[in-house]
């Protein structure tokens, strides 16, 4: 669908160990890539979500627009973490003027804050009966009696915090998503089997978020304080040596004598054996809860799913066919504007704020 370059949206992942941006043009020909960059957040700027100086990610911000040349100011950023919840509820049938003052109360049940401290926001969801409805309504059937509704809650005060962040770059908040969803978006126009059930693990460097979807639709989410930052702290700890040859060491930046390489492999083993662990419960647990739901493939995206072996050791220990997300494979690509072999190399990083980049002001 082309959207005009009024509405259009630069997408803008703000994560706690780089800044990435993604320039969409939304055309009737197809989405063609404009844009797409990186920037190192400052050091602990970004801690679980939370923005912790302002000053420093709104100079890199700025520094990222400036390099690139970006013209448009409006922007699409995402939440992540704690603060924000995402769950699926089920409602009795109801007029639509009632269903806010339901999702009031149903959602007092699930948020463990105060629920004035929070911004609600939910969309209906589709259901399996409701599909079904048409069909049996004709047959003389009666229709299912209830409703599905996602309910988003985001803490108002991490909200503010990032409204302030984005002016403080001299920018415009169009729309203010989550992470989950923005990789659902790019998950689905660069995967064929989209419509499939599958899951979304998304393991950055302080964060793994697991996101089960059905139908196009969430079922399960989870985010847990896991990334590629416990191996950097473990290498440091190991070695005595500082953050920035840690990184060379564990992206394979730094030759080692063998006894040296077996320690290092032993910090990456035992890491990623506790990551596997922890997407093989929430995947148990959805199977457990959703039987009717089978996961058929697990999409994997984040800089840290390239650790070598978490990949394979996943697939090994879910028994789940395994892919990479490469949200760059249905866009358009000016290779004079922008390096191919560099998209395909930052491709697992780029989910979130390509599926930013698809929105667009007054997008619901």
């Given at each position: 669908?082309?959207?005009?370059?009024?509405?259009?949206?630069?997408?803008?992942?703000?994560?706690?160990?780089?800044?990435?941006?993604?320039?969409?043009?939304?055309?009737?020909?197809?989405?063609?890539?404009?844009?797409?960059?990186?920037?190192?957040?400052?050091?602990?700027?970004?801690?679980?979500?939370?923005?912790?100086?302002?000053?420093?990610?709104?100079?890199?911000?700025?520094?990222?627009?400036?390099?690139?040349?970006?013209?448009?100011?409006?922007?699409?950023?995402?939440?992540?973490?704690?603060?924000?919840?995402?769950?699926?509820?089920?409602?009795?049938?109801?007029?639509?003027?009632?269903?806010?003052?339901?999702?009031?109360?149903?959602?007092?049940?699930?948020?463990?804050?105060?629920?004035?401290?929070?911004?609600?926001?939910?969309?209906?969801?589709?259901?399996?009966?409701?599909?079904?409805?048409?069909?049996?309504?004709?047959?003389?059937?009666?229709?299912?009696?209830?409703?599905?509704?996602?309910?988003?809650?985001?803490?108002?005060?991490?909200?503010?915090?990032?409204?302030?962040?984005?002016?403080?770059?001299?920018?415009?908040?169009?729309?203010?998503?989550?992470?989950?969803?923005?990789?659902?978006?790019?998950?689905?126009?660069?995967?064929?089997?989209?419509?499939?059930?599958?899951?979304?693990?998304?393991?950055?460097?302080?964060?793994?978020?697991?996101?089960?979807?059905?139908?196009?639709?969430?079922?399960?989410?989870?985010?847990?304080?896991?990334?590629?930052?416990?191996?950097?702290?473990?290498?440091?700890?190991?070695?005595?040596?500082?953050?920035?040859?840690?990184?060379?060491?564990?992206?394979?930046?730094?030759?080692?004598?063998?006894?040296?390489?077996?320690?290092?492999?032993?910090?990456?083993?035992?890491?990623?054996?506790?990551?596997?662990?922890?997407?093989?419960?929430?995947?148990?647990?959805?199977?457990?809860?959703?039987?009717?739901?089978?996961?058929?493939k697990i999409i994997v995206s984040g800089g840290s799913s390239r650790i070598p072996g978490f990949q394979k050791y996943l697939e090994?220990?879910?028994?789940?066919?395994?892919?990479?997300?490469?949200?760059?494979?249905?866009?358009?690509?000016?290779?004079?504007?922008?390096?191919?072999?560099?998209?395909?190399?930052?491709?697992?990083?780029?989910?979130?704020?390509?599926?930013?980049?698809?929105?667009?002001?007054?997008?619901?």
């Amino acid at each position: 669908m082309a959207v005009s370059k009024k509405k259009s949206l630069v997408g803008l992942d703000i994560g706690s160990h780089c800044i990435k941006l993604v320039e969409i043009e939304h055309t009737k020909h197809g989405r063609v890539l404009r844009n797409f960059g990186v920037a190192a957040t400052p050091p602990n700027a970004i801690v679980e979500g939370s923005v912790k100086d302002v000053e420093a990610v709104s100079a890199a911000i700025k520094s990222l627009f400036r390099n690139l040349k970006v013209r448009n100011s409006n922007v699409a950023v995402s939440l992540s973490g704690y603060s924000v919840i995402a769950k699926k509820i089920a409602l009795d049938r109801m007029e639509e003027s009632q269903i806010e003052k339901a999702i009031q109360g149903e959602a007092e049940k699930y948020i463990p804050y105060d629920i004035s401290e929070v911004n609600l926001d939910f969309a209906r969801v589709k259901s399996k009966s409701e599909a079904e409805e048409v069909t049996e309504e004709e047959g003389g059937s009666a229709a299912p009696e209830g409703m599905e509704m996602m309910l988003v809650a985001a803490k108002r005060e991490i909200i503010d915090e990032y409204v302030e962040l984005v002016r403080a770059a001299d920018l415009n908040p169009g729309v203010l998503d989550v992470d989950i969803f923005a990789l659902q978006n790019a998950v689905e126009i660069s995967w064929e089997g989209s419509e499939e059930c599958f899951a979304i693990v998304n393991l950055g460097a302080k964060e793994l978020e697991i996101n089960a979807i059905s139908g196009g639709v969430s079922t399960f989410s989870r985010d847990s304080s896991y990334g590629g930052a416990q191996i950097t702290e473990a290498i440091m700890s190991e070695f005595g040596i500082d953050f920035q040859e840690a990184e060379k060491l564990k992206l394979g930046g730094i030759e080692l004598a063998e006894k040296k390489r077996e320690r290092l492999e032993k910090i990456v083993t035992r890491t990623v054996s506790a990551w596997v662990g922890e997407i093989k419960r929430a995947l148990d647990f959805v199977a457990s809860t959703h039987a009717d739901a089978a996961i058929e493939k697990i999409i994997v995206s984040g800089g840290s799913s390239r650790i070598p072996g978490f990949q394979k050791y996943l697939e090994m220990e879910t028994r789940i066919s395994v892919e990479a997300l490469n949200p760059f494979k249905s866009l358009v690509i000016d290779s004079k504007r922008v390096d191919p072999d560099y998209l395909n190399y930052m491709a697992p990083q780029a989910g979130v704020a390509v599926g930013l980049a698809l929105r667009y002001i007054d997008d619901k």
